[in-house]
T-cell receptor, first 118, second 116 residues
Framework: EAGVAQSPRYKIIEKRQSVAFWCNPI?????LYWYQQILGQGPKLLIQ????????DSQLPKDRFSAERLKGVDSTLKIQPAKLEDSAVYLC????????????????FGPGTRLTVL | GDSVTQMEGPVTLSEEAFLTINCTYT??????LFWYVQYPGEGLQLLLK?????DKGSNKGFEATYRKETTSFHLEKGSVQVSDSAVYFC???????????????FGQGTILTVHP
């Protein structure tokens, strides 16, 4: 079974530029997550999709970050314009539909995209 | 809100040493608890989990017991190997009355280095 794919693996941009990350989840996984992992910290959820609908974007800085999941499969996360503090690893994860503790569905993570903003 | 606190790192051990990485949590509901591992250059992988009090999760020689009375989920391994060198994350999900959508809350991670 192929894992979660992400691209690019590395990106270096200057502040105020735009950048986009792409994620292709495991086939059949309805739920897709984007996490931000700043160096020395644990991942923080930015946005969660179930199929092509957003179920949690409470920690997404909506003035500069946007994400979409057209057709309920792959997803794109965009930052426009980027700030220095956006330097981080952006992780994508996917799982079957989560239905509560009795049937926790493991989240499978991609390798991440390391973003450096200069 | 929910939070996870891990012991300060990094941790450096010799091969075959005993490992403990402490993890404590605060949660508004009844959480499920996890340990994830991140090997160099790879994505996060689920190492083990426990979904209710006194459950013990285990995998690859690692163990952790869900202690509700102390709100802890410490990771242990009796004899570490060089190949265990990685970053370890404690995490939780709170099931808010069945409406939770699987949001993981992570600790800050503990870097483990094992020397031959």
């Amino acid at each position: 079974e192929a894992g979660v794919a992400q691209s690019p693996r590395y990106k270096i941009i200057e502040k105020r530029q735009s950048v986009a990350f792409w994620c292709n989840p495991i086939s059949g996984h309805a739920t897709l997550y984007w996490y931000q992992q700043i160096l020395g910290q644990g991942p923080k959820l930015l946005i969660q999709f179930q199929n092509n609908g957003v179920v949690d974007d409470s920690q997404l800085p909506k003035d500069r970050f946007s994400a979409e999941r057209l057709k309920g499969v792959d997803s794109t996360l965009k930052i426009q314009p980027a700030k220095l503090e956006d330097s981080a690893v952006y992780l994508c994860a996917s799982s079957w539909i989560y239905r509560g503790r009795s049937s926790y569905n493991e989240q499978f993570f991609g390798p991440g995209t390391r973003l450096t903003v200069l | 809100g929910d939070s996870v606190t891990q012991m300060e790192g990094p941790v450096t051990l010799s091969e075959e040493a005993f490992l403990t990485i402490n993890c404590t949590y605060t949660a508004t509901g009844y959480p499920s608890l996890f340990w994830y591992v991140q090997y160099p250059g790879e994505g996060l992988q689920l190492l083990l989990k426990a979904t209710k009090a006194d459950d013990k999760g285990s995998n690859k020689g690692f163990e952790a017991t869900y202690r509700k009375e102390t709100t802890s989920f410490h990771l242990e391994k009796g004899s570490v190997q060089v190949s265990d060198s990685a970053v370890y994350f404690c995490a939780l999900i709170t099931d808010a009355g069945g409406t939770s959508y699987g949001k993981l809350t992570f600790g800050q991670g503990t870097i483990l280095t094992v020397h031959p």
